[in-house]
C-alpha cells in the first residue's frame, strides 16, 4: 500500500536533495504539461514551516479546483488503465495520474503530511511519491506494455481512507485471465477521489 510506505519513508527525514521528475514517454508520470519534469526544487530545510514549504512547492504552478481528465467512477478509470497499458499508451496514462497542481491544491492541504506524527513538508512527499510511480510505471509497462491483459474486474481491498473532500483506495489488484497469468495482479498504487472525479494517486507495484 502506497501511502504507509511514503510516511516510513519520509518520517525522520530531515535533509535530501530533490529531484523534480515524472513518468512520461520514458521515465515520467505526471499531468500532461508534464509538471512532474519542472527543475529540482532544492535542498529541504528541517526547520521549514509546512507552511512556507507548500508555498515554495507552489510556486509556478496554475491554481486547480478538480481532478482533470479523470474519469467518473473508480471502474471506469482502472478500465481506462488497462487499455492504455495494452495499447502502450503512455500518454493517456501519464493524464490518468495525479498532477503536481492537483497534488499542490487538493490532495496535501488535507493529508497526513500536514500533521505530526507524519508531518513532512510538500515537496518531499512529491518526491518519494513521483519516484514510485516512476518505478511501478516502468516496470508494468515493461511486462505488460502493447499485451492483452483480458481483464476481468477489479478490486481494492484496503477500506478507504477519507481525508477532507478526497477519498483514497489502496491495495487494488486486477483480476485477469491470460496465457502468462491468472488471477489478481497489483499494477498500480491508490486510486484517488475528489467530487466524482478519480484518478491515480500512485503506479507504485509490486513489480
Request: one cysteine or more.
Amino acid at each position: 500500500m502506497m501511502l504507509p510506505r511514503l510516511m516510513s519513508l519520509a518520517i525522520g527525514t530531515t535533509a535530501l536533495l530533490l529531484a523534480g521528475c515524472a513518468v512520461g514517454e520514458s521515465s515520467s508520470v505526471g499531468g500532461p504539461e508534464k509538471e512532474g519534469s519542472r527543475s529540482p526544487v532544492g535542498v529541504v530545510d528541517s526547520s521549514m514551516s509546512i507552511e512556507e514549504g507548500l508555498r515554495r512547492f507552489r510556486e509556478g504552478l496554475p491554481i486547480v479546483s478538480e481532478l482533470e481528465l479523470g474519469e467518473s467512477s473508480r471502474a471506469a478509470l482502472v478500465t481506462r488503465f488497462v487499455r492504455g497499458l495494452e495499447r502502450s499508451d503512455t500518454n493517456d496514462l501519464r493524464a490518468m495520474a495525479i498532477t503536481r497542481s492537483e497534488f499542490a491544491y487538493l490532495y496535501y492541504p488535507t493529508s497526513p503530511f500536514t500533521r505530526p506524527p507524519t508531518v513532512q513538508v510538500a515537496g518531499l512527499v512529491w518526491f518519494f511519491n513521483i519516484q514510485s510511480s516512476q518505478t511501478g510505471l516502468t516496470r508494468a509497462m515493461r511486462r505488460y506494455g502493447g499485451k492483452p491483459l483480458h481483464y476481468l474486474g477489479h478490486s481494492c481491498s484496503a477500506p478507504p481512507i477519507h481525508e477532507g473532500l478526497n477519498t483514497l483506495w489502496s491495495t487494488c489488484t486486477l483480476r485477469v485471465s491470460n496465457p502468462t497469468d491468472t488471477g489478481d495482479l497489483g499494477l498500480f498504487g491508490s486510486i484517488i477521489e475528489r467530487e466524482g472525479r478519480f484518478k491515480f494517486f500512485s503506479y507504485a507495484n509490486d513489480f
